[in-house]
């Protein structure tokens, strides 16, 4: 099969695009034929060996796909072959098979396209567990998103708004805020040209904002913490700037301030009941088009290292999606997986 390859951790251009062997799967796993697999910011950093999961040289990036189930191990059950599935692979996406835990896969219906498809666990399930389980978000609610034009950011508007919230996006440039107004933000913020606290003070008339959505870090942190109004909650979600902010403790007693971490990660396998649920909501909103991922490109697999050179370099609005082959009809899935078994 073909598969983008890291044989040496470095920078996207040191990935090689070649012919390697197809995965094998054990009993618990599921064989996928990717159709559409998703880039996001851990790729960035597993390439370089910056990411918290270290996979063996050599190995395909790429932790999210789309496609068609097209072999079961023996003890598995809740998937079939023909399924089509989305599935958290962590690595081995970026290739034309890839193995996966069958936990870790999950139905969708023929109404969601493969491209929404593959942008939707890792985006929406991040914003939504964020915005709903960890920062109790209420309508009439007022929320500050940073990087409300990237992956998690945009995810975040269009939920924050569906849960009817007063969403104020803020990102570095015109082109994304524009994004963010389409995706329903009722004020906007650019912080490359203005001052965050100043803005943020004019628009909630001195309040402050009951919640910050914060995948950035960095030096917007301090700022964003300082503009809590009275028991706001600041939502830990990453560090993409690359600096994990060090803030003064004071800021949440004089505001009676909670600031929460998310990981939803973790929450997907400490608590996958509630999981579980989340993602049925989503696939409900996707299916009813109250929500959908805003593609940037859609990227050819021997063009995977450009895509995360594009999100590496702030280009990317949403998300940038590899194409990793074409759909196949479900009789000959059906022929593959005999001859798998054979
Ligand atoms: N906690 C969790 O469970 C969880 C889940 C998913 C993702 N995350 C984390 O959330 C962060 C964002 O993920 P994402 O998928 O939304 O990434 P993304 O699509 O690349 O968006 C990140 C945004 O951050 C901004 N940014 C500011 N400084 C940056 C820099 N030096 N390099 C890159 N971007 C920078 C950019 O917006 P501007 O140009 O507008 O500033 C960019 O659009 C990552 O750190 C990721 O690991 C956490």
């Known amino acids: 099969m073909k598969a983008v390859i890291c044989e040496q951790f470095g920078l996207p251009e040191t990935l090689v695009f070649k012919e390697v062997p197809s995965p094998i799967i054990v009993s618990t796993q599921v064989l996928i034929r990717v159709i559409t697999a998703a880039v996001n910011f851990p790729d960035t950093l597993i390439i370089q060996n910056k990411y918290q999961f270290k996979p063996n040289l050599p190995f395909a990036p790429g932790g999210e796909v789309a496609g068609l189930v097209l072999s079961v ?37 023929d109404t969601i396209n493969w491209q929404i498809a593959a942008s939707t666990l890792y985006n929406y399930g991040t914003s939504y567990h964020a915005l709903k389980d960890r920062g109790q ?3 009439g609610q007022t929320i500050l998103i940073l990087g409300a034009a990237g992956g998690v950011g945009l995810a975040a508007v269009e939920l924050a708004k569906k849960m009817g919230a007063i969403v104020i996006a803020a990102a570095s440039n015109q082109e994304k805020l524009a994004i963010c107004i389409k995706k329903g933000a009722d ?17 909630t008339a001195e309040k402050g904002v009951d919640l910050v959505y914060d ?15 009275w028991k706001g909650r600041y939502l830990v979600v990453g560090f993409a700037s690359g600096t994990i902010p060090s803030l003064p403790f004071n ?6 301030a909670s600031v929460v971490g998310v990981f939803w990660g973790a ?19 996707i299916s009813q088009g109250d ?10 697999l021997n063009n995977a290292s450009q895509a995360i050179r594009d999100l590496i370099d702030r280009k990317v609005i949403g998300k940038a999606i590899i194409q990793v082959s074409e759909e196949i009809e ?9 001859a798998l078994c054979s």
């Open 330 to 338: 479900p009789t000959l899935i059906t022929a593959i997986d005999t």
């Open 291 to 300: 929500i959908q991922q805003e593609i940037y490109k859609l990227y050819q």
């Open 267 to 285: 929450f997907t396998e400490k608590e996958p009941a509630l999981s579980i649920q989340n993602l049925r909501e989503l696939v409900k909103m």
């Open 215 to 229: 995948p950035i870090g960095g030096v917007l942190a301090e700022p964003a913490l300082r503009s809590l109004a």
């Open 251 to 256: 800021l949440a007693l004089l505001k009676g």
């Open 137 to 139: 978000l209420q309508p």
């Open 73 to 109: 191990g023996k003890d598995v059950s809740h998937i079939k072959v023909g399924d089509r599935v989305v599935a958290l692979c962590g690595w081995g996406g970026f290739a034309e098979q890839v193995a996966v835990e069958a936990n870790r896969v999950f139905k969708i219906p």
């Open 187 to 203: 004020y906007t913020i650019n912080y490359s040209t203005e001052d965050l606290r100043e803005s943020i003070k004019k628009i």
